[in-house]
């Protein structure tokens, strides 16, 4: 058992010791005497989410969820989370801004412990076992992509709840990179779920906001500005945030929208119809920041 952990926590060092050098423009230091410099600081975010992981597989994804949005934030909040029936088929249409927005879910989700995630398949969800028992890994080709949402239709057939992230990549937090960066990423959502609509009949979807996960005070930390470009400047201040306990202290925000449920006559509705409630969670969002 202590080797086997002992290795998970090499295999995440090294993964977040990869992320953290790409993210500084330093990928080239990688292998190199120079990366020690970097290690220590890989190896406490590979500690905590083992310990994440260790949670979900004692304690279930809810309660490890709810422990690590504890570590990483000053709190959740949640809205709307009773348009999510408590059983039945349900797919849960979530923006994606990166850091904490999927344990916010998933502990907002809680009432839901059939829930499982659409996740693109990457080295760190692998290197947590109990958290990759919950996810149905996308692979990047054609063809392993129609499986995986074929294997999504059949856990909503048995009646679970699906949580899926339309962008595909990662998005602007509309709290931290404003109302039209938000917006404007909506253009980008697939609108491949209508296949569960057309495969699992009664189906209800739910669009979910995230908000407040990421920290607009790294964004302006020194490092991050001596990046060249807004891509790099956001990736290096996501690992500070990370790194340093200061900028963990956002509330993080979950709003749910209005479910729909359409039948085949309506199916050419869903996604206009998910887009246009999402817009509106995004203005609300800004009209409550706005007047607090």
């Known amino acids: 058992m202590l080797a086997s952990s002992t290795s998970t926590l090499d295999v995440l060092t090294d ?16 292998g190199t005497p120079l990366d020690r410099l970097f290690r220590p600081p890989a190896r406490r975010f590979a500690r905590m989410a083992h ?15 709810a422990w690590l949005v504890a570590q990483m934030t000053a ?16 797919v849960i249409l979530a923006n994606h801004p990166g850091m904490t927005d999927t344990v916010a879910l998933f502990s907002s989700l809680g009432f839901r412990p059939d829930l499982r995630v659409l996740a693109l398949d990457r080295p760190f969800l692998r290197a947590l076992p109990h958290v990759a028992r919950q996810l149905i890994f996308l692979p990047g080709d054609e063809s392993g992509r129609l499986a995986a949402l074929r294997a ?25 990179f404003g109302v039209q960066r ?28 995230v908000s407040h996960v990421i920290s607009a005070a790294a964004q302006r930390h020194p490092l991050a500005l001596l990046r060249r470009t807004p ?17 963990r202290r956002g509330v993080a925000q979950v709003r749910f929208g209005a479910a729909v449920e359409v039948g085949r006559e309506t199916l050419a509705a869903l996604a206009p119809g ?16 706005a007047h607090p």
């Open 152 to 176: 999504g239709a059949r856990h909503l057939q048995e009646g679970g709840a699906l949580l899926t992230f339309p962008a595909g990549e990662i998005e602007p937090d509309p709290a931290a």
């Open 75 to 90: 709190g959740l909040r949640t809205t709307g989370a009773e348009q999510v029936s408590a059983q039945g088929p349900v």
């Open 274 to 289: 998910i887009a246009a409630q999402m817009r509106q969670l995004i203005l609300a969002q800004a009209e409550e920041a």
């Open 182 to 209: 938000a917006l404007a990423s909506l253009d980008t959502w697939s609108d491949s779920y209508r296949l569960f609509a057309r495969l699992v009949p009664g189906t209800r979807f739910v669009p979910a906001l």
């Open 15 to 30: 993964v977040n010791l990869a992320d953290l050098l790409d993210s500084a423009g330093l990928a080239r230091l990688q």
């Open 51 to 65: 310990e994440f992981d260790r949670r979900v597989g004692a304690y279930g994804l809810s309660q490890g969820s």
């Open 231 to 247: 891509r790099n400047r956001e990736k290096l201040a996501a690992a500070l945030q990370i790194t340093l306990p200061r900028y």
